[in-house]
Structure formats: structure tokens, C-alpha cells
């Protein structure tokens, strides 16, 4: 059977773009009875911004298919591949015999809608035990390559306002490879600390999948302010004023869970390594690795077992800014310590420290009698816990960093809110806690996308 390659036509439809096999030296003879199956054309229904060459690099494997298998295969392949361009609200896959053809070539149609040019929406947003309101207004595909411009301004009970302004631009031979461009301004809430911190600023990031896992590769530059509470302690009056900080940072992040909130199986592995001083006067480096990994050990009933860890280190002799330092404690964390609850505290304000480490392990199952099984009872999970950690300064005994850790356990309700964030509703039980930590014995409240 001979090869074929990608020729694109242009039909008498502005809003049809039609990609052809071009046949060469094909033998009828030469096709098994048993996989009698090649494709002929591919049509794309339906675009009127969008360029040709972005939906033609997209689709091109499809000419590769030598079965009826293959054929399906790859035209539901080819659905997944326009669905991460993000710049279709519907897509349909049909498939046909070929006019012409002996019921061994077919045709593939797909049927398109393209989202609005414009899009704006306000909701709520979800984090690391917070919650606000966001008003979100986005450009999409800007020039008919799949480009977005995003603009968002936030208010949330820590972050007390942001606006990020974003470019994000697909490579056209890969979807999945991203160039994103980022202006931010934020205000942030650092009560646990006695501060607030006023950062601007702007990012480059770009986003390589491999076999692996995703990477993204950062360079940030941020002007950062603290304002300091008028009750704070000396040790964090000496953090006030302005700070520039120029960093480049790699994250590599491999995420096989088959849920987000409520996983059942699969790991996920997040390392990020970042370095701060080509310009600027905050010099340091910084690393973080998170470990996760889940098994239903019977139907319904999940452990999951969780690591993180992570360091930070001044390159100069001058001490790290509160800014830079490392927090543990609070109900995404180390459970029945108050946020930012663990390490060396100055009167009320929480200092941080250089290194940490936090462990769990969780038992998750169903609520007792499965009340509304198939619906509204699928959001409720039961949770039970066992959390340790520690977090200290370079200079302290190593021994008691490992040796001596904080820890806590209890158990709670989980409850999934809208597929994106969860809540926990915990009775949480601190033990081993040393001089300087605030606790949270009983009942404790945490919300996000994120926990240990």
C-alpha cells in the first residue's frame, strides 16, 4: 500500500477546511480483506477564526491508521488533541465510507464550534484554606493559533486583592507545549505573621510534556513590599520595606491519580527547584518535592500515603527574608496545629524556618450505610489521619529535626466542592507539640485543591 501525506484543500464552504491523503501506487490487491481501511479525507466543519495549519498539525496522524481500528483510534485521539487547544466549546467526530472507494477507504468529519472571541465570568475561587471572589475576562484564540489572553482580579480572605493579566500561546505542532507570558499585582494577607506583602511583577513560563511528567520552566521578576503590623515584634520589623527578586524555577510534575479530590489510585510526584539571584538583591535557592500514592485496599476504601519536604538557603551571608522562608502547620498540612502553626514564633508572629518535612497517612471511606449512593452521597467521604512533621533552622541538631517530629491524628468528614477543591472537617488530636507552636486541638476547618 502506498504512503500519503497531509495536502490541505479549500472548499467552496469559507468554513470548511478539508485535509486529503494524496495516494500514491495503491493497489487494491495489497489490502489484507482483514484490515481493508485507510483515510481518504479528514473535514473540519465549522471554523471561521481559527487557521487551517493549527487544526491540520493537530489531525496529521490520522493518515497513519492501516485498520478500521486504527481509524477509530485516531479520530478520537484527534478529538482529545482539538479539546486541549481549549478553543472549542463543541466538537463531533463522524466517520464514512469514502465516495469513490471500495469500502476500504473512509472519510473523517469533524464538526466544530468555536468558543466566543470574547468570555467573561465571576465566581468563587478556592486555595490553600481560603476562599474568594474572582471576575475573569479572556480573549480567545486572538490571531487563529489558539492564543488566550486572560485578565483576572481576585478578592479573597488572605490575598485582600490581585490582578494578573496572561498570554498563553500553544505551539501550533503541540498543544500541549505552552509559552505563557504574566503581569501580577497582588496583596496579600500574612496575618500568622504579622505583615502584609504587596508584590508586582511579571513571569515567562513554559510548559514541556515528556515521558516523565510536565515541565515548566519559569523566570520571574518580583517587586515585593512588606508592610508590617504596628504589633509586630522586631524580628519581623526588620523584613519591612522593598525587595526584588529575580529567579528562575523548574517544576516537573507527574500526576497519575484517577481523581484530583478524592483519589481511589495512582501517585503523584511535583519537584521544583528554584534559583534566585540574577538580579535583584534576594540571593538564594530553593527546593521542594512532593510524593503521593494512593491504593484501594478493598471496594470503597482507600489508604493514601503522602510525603513532602523542602529547603531553603540563603547564598549569602545576609539572613533569608520572612518572604522566602518556609511555613508547616494548618488543616492542609500538618492537622491540629494552627496555620503556620509549627516552628519558632516571636511573641504571636511565626517566624518560619529553613527546612520541613510532613508525612500522612489517611484511611478515606464512604459514609456508614451509604446514604445516597450514586448522587448526592458521593461528595462525602470519611477521613482518618495520622500527620507528622517537622520544621527547623539549618542550625539546629539534624537528630531532632528527624528524630523528634511533631504529629497529630483524628478523624473528620470530607466533602467535595464542585470537582475542583475539597472541604475537611476534622476532630484533630496534636501531640509531641514543643515551645513556640500554636495548636488546634478539636475541631478544625480546612478547604482546598490541595493537602498532605
Not at 489531525?59 to 472549542?88: N, P, Q, V, W, Y
Not at 463531533?92 to 466544530?112: C, M, P, Q, T
Not at 508592610?227 to 529567579?247: C, Q, T, Y
Not at 468528614?413 to 509531641?432: Q, S, T, W
Request: aromatic share 10%; net charge neutral; proline share 3%.
Amino acid at each position: 500500500m502506498g504512503g500519503s501525506f497531509v495536502k490541505p484543500i479549500y472548499a467552496a464552504d469559507a468554513s470548511q477546511f478539508v485535509i486529503q491523503a494524496e495516494e500514491t501506487d495503491i493497489d487494491e490487491n495489497d489490502i489484507p480483506l482483514k484490515v481493508p481501511a485507510v483515510i481518504k479525507n479528514i473535514f473540519i466543519d465549522g471554523l471561521c477564526k481559527t487557521k487551517n495549519v493549527l487544526i491540520a498539525n493537530q489531525l496529521s496522524d490520522l493518515f497513519k491508521a492501516k485498520t478500521f481500528s486504527d481509524i477509530m483510534t485516531e479520530a478520537h485521539l484527534g478529538k482529545l488533541k482539538l479539546e486541549r487547544l481549549g478553543i472549542f466549546s463543541t466538537i463531533d467526530v463522524l466517520v464514512d465510507v469514502s465516495e469513490d472507494s471500495h469500502g476500504d477507504a473512509f472519510d473523517v468529519h469533524y464538526i466544530v464550534k468555536e468558543k466566543r472571541r470574547f468570555s467573561m465570568n465571576i465566581g468563587t475561587s478556592i486555595g490553600a484554606n481560603e476562599g474568594g471572589m474572582t471576575m475573569n475576562a479572556n480573549i480567545n484564540n486572538i490571531r487563529g493559533y489558539g492564543e488566550t489572553l486572560k485578565s483576572g482580579l481576585s478578592f479573597g480572605t488572605r490575598v485582600s486583592s490581585a490582578y494578573e493579566f496572561a498570554y498563553i500561546k500553544p505551539f501550533s505542532n503541540d498543544s500541549d507545549k505552552k509559552f505563557t507570558i504574566r503581569l501580577i499585582k497582588s496583596m496579600e494577607d500574612k496575618s500568622q505573621s504579622l505583615y502584609n506583602e504587596n508584590t508586582k511583577g511579571a513571569g515567562f513560563d513554559f510548559q514541556i510534556p515528556s515521558a516523565l511528567g510536565v515541565h515548566v520552566f519559569g523566570l520571574d521578576f518580583m517587586c515585593r513590599e512588606n508592610l508590617i503590623n504596628l504589633e509586630a515584634p522586631f524580628s519581623v520589623r526588620e523584613n519591612a520595606g522593598h525587595s526584588l527578586k529575580s529567579s528562575i524555577k523548574h517544576t516537573l510534575t507527574s500526576d497519575g491519580r484517577d481523581d484530583w479530590i478524592f483519589p481511589s489510585s495512582g501517585h503523584l510526584v511535583k519537584h521544583s527547584v528554584e534559583y534566585s539571584g540574577i538580579g535583584g538583591n534576594v540571593k538564594s535557592i530553593k527546593s521542594d518535592l512532593e510524593l503521593q500514592i494512593n491504593k484501594e485496599i478493598i471496594p470503597n476504601v482507600v489508604v493514601s500515603c503522602s510525603f513532602q519536604g523542602g529547603v531553603v538557603r540563603s547564598l549569602t551571608s545576609d539572613l533569608l527574608l520572612i518572604n522566602d522562608r518556609l511555613f508547616l502547620g494548618g488543616p492542609v498540612s500538618i492537622r491540629g496545629f494552627a496555620m503556620r502553626g509549627i516552628g519558632r514564633h516571636d511573641g504571636q508572629a511565626s517566624l518560619g524556618g529553613e527546612k520541613y518535612w510532613a508525612s500522612g497517612l489517611h484511611l478515606y471511606t464512604p459514609l456508614p450505610f451509604r446514604p445516597g449512593q450514586g448522587g448526592f452521597g458521593d461528595l462525602f467521604r470519611l477521613h482518618l489521619f495520622f500527620n507528622a512533621g517537622s520544621l527547623s533552622d539549618f542550625n539546629t541538631c539534624f537528630r531532632d529535626f528527624i528524630s523528634k517530629p511533631r504529629y497529630s491524628y483524628g478523624l473528620g468528614v470530607m466533602i467535595m466542592l464542585g470537582a475542583v477543591a475539597r472541604l475537611e472537617i476534622n476532630y484533630c488530636i496534636p501531640k509531641n507539640a514543643q515551645a513556640g507552636d500554636v495548636i488546634n486541638n478539636g475541631l478544625q476547618v480546612g478547604v482546598g485543591m490541595s493537602f498532605l
